[in-house]
């Protein structure tokens, strides 16, 4: 369809674009008072979670079902181990999932939903704790949880306010929120993200070190007191870098390309001369155990090639090539 016909007018005088524009406005609006009814519940919500043995049960019917998937997936990869149990299936044999010590997030728009308090019945006997998120704080849920979420909506962005949109926008949110400030009540660090993401991009930057990518054997390495003309040789068979050391491998500066050029252009007989009077004596440096994503980026900031990587006791293990980053994808 031309973009000329998806912004014609309708029957009611509306385009496509301006109805796309209505929604957006009202679930922005719904999580704007969201924010400015947010209270101590949810804090109380935070640390119930965080201080149970066991794990988290999320639980909803129909699109609130699907927001609760959602809700666990979420919780799960950022260290708060959850699951999704259908209250339909929960008396049907699902209920053995629940165990001692876990936290149950109930989800319901009206807070009504025969299947799901007949689940809370069950939880209570249990003796499972419960946070409702629900749009009708006078409901029964919200009554007989132990810590209820308000999530009402004053419209759903359904012309007729029937089809759940805003609510489960609402309640999608509630959920995020209580996700990340879990992650960070308990001190989930990247590292920790990376352990249980191990595939795909996401896992080659957080998991990758510069370690893994740098270069250790044969390195181009010469002292300050050698000629030019030993530096001309290790750059060209080095990939364009000479790294100046001590006899205890400490850095003391580096020699490029780049370095070699501008000193040529002042001086014509350079061959001769020491390293140290064209090194660049303050080089950027890695070290081995850093995220290899961070040094690409520092790199690529920089404008740098290649960069020198030091170890525990600050002397050179290595060097670290941009191409080498780059053909690794960690960026």
């Known amino acids: 369809?031309?973009?000329?016909?998806?912004?014609?007018?309708?029957?009611?005088?509306?385009?496509?674009?301006?109805?796309?524009?209505?929604?957006?406005?009202?679930?922005?609006?719904?999580?704007?008072t969201l924010v400015d009814r947010l209270d101590e519940r949810f804090g109380d919500a935070v640390r119930l979670i965080a201080n149970s043995r066991g794990r988290v049960?999320?639980?909803?019917?129909?699109?609130?079902?699907?927001?609760?998937?959602?809700?666990?997936?979420?919780?799960?990869?950022?260290?708060?181990?959850?699951?999704?149990?259908?209250?339909?299936?929960?008396?049907?044999?699902?209920l053995g999932?629940?165990?001692?010590?876990?936290?149950?997030?109930?989800?319901?728009k009206s807070g009504e939903s025969d299947e799901l308090l007949s689940l809370l019945a069950h939880l209570e006997r249990l003796g499972v704790q419960t946070i409702a998120i629900t749009g009708n704080d006078?409901?029964?849920?919200?009554?007989?949880?132990?810590?209820?979420?308000?999530?009402?909506?004053?419209?759903?962005?359904?012309?007729?306010?029937?089809a759940p949109t805003t609510s489960t926008t609402a309640a999608l949110a509630l959920g995020d929120a209580l996700a990340v400030a879990l992650l960070e009540e308990k001190g989930f660090r990247r590292e920790d993200f990376a352990r249980i993401h191990p595939g795909g991009q996401l896992?080659?930057?957080?998991?990758t070190r510069v370690a893994d990518v740098m270069l250790?054997?044969?390195?181009?390495?010469?002292?300050?007191?050698?000629?030019?003309?030993?530096?001309?040789?290790?750059?060209?068979?080095?990939?364009?870098?000479?790294?100046?050391?001590?006899?205890?491998?400490?850095?003391?500066?580096?020699?490029?390309?780049?370095?070699?050029?501008r000193l040529m252009e002042r001086d014509e007989d350079v061959l001769d001369a020491t390293v140290e009077t064209a090194?660049?004596?303050?080089?950027?440096?890695?070290?081995?155990?850093?995220l290899a994503?961070?040094?690409?980026?520092?790199?690529?900031?920089?404008?740098?090639?290649?960069?020198?990587?030091l170890g525990e006791q600050e002397t050179l293990v290595g060097v670290v090539h941009l191409h080498d980053l780059l053909r690794a994808r960690v960026g």
């Open 216 to 261: 250790t054997d044969a390195l181009p390495t010469i002292s300050p007191i050698g000629a030019i003309r030993q530096a001309v040789v290790l750059l060209a068979e080095r990939r364009g870098i000479a790294v100046v050391t001590d006899d205890r491998r400490r850095v003391l500066g580096v020699l490029t390309s780049g370095d070699l050029t």
């Open 138 to 162: 006078g409901s029964a849920l919200a009554r007989h949880a132990t810590i209820s979420l308000d999530a009402a909506v004053r419209e759903e962005a359904c012309p007729h306010d029937l």
């Open 203 to 207: 896992g080659r930057q957080l998991l």
């Open 97 to 108: 999932i629940v165990g001692e010590g876990d936290v149950a997030i109930l989800l319901s």
């Open 293 to 309: 994503s961070g040094v690409l980026y520092r790199m690529e900031t920089h404008g740098i090639m290649a960069m020198p990587v």
């Open 1 to 32: 369809m031309s973009s000329a016909a998806s912004s014609a007018p309708t029957a009611g005088g509306t385009t496509a674009v301006e109805r796309g524009r209505r929604v957006l406005r009202l679930e922005a609006e719904a999580l704007a």
């Open 279 to 290: 090194m660049n004596p303050s080089p950027k440096t890695a070290r081995d155990d850093e």
């Open 57 to 94: 049960i999320v639980a909803g019917v129909g699109k609130s079902g699907l927001i609760g998937r959602k809700i666990a997936a979420t919780l799960t990869s950022t260290g708060t181990p959850a699951s999704f149990l259908h209250p339909v299936e929960s008396v049907h044999g699902d």
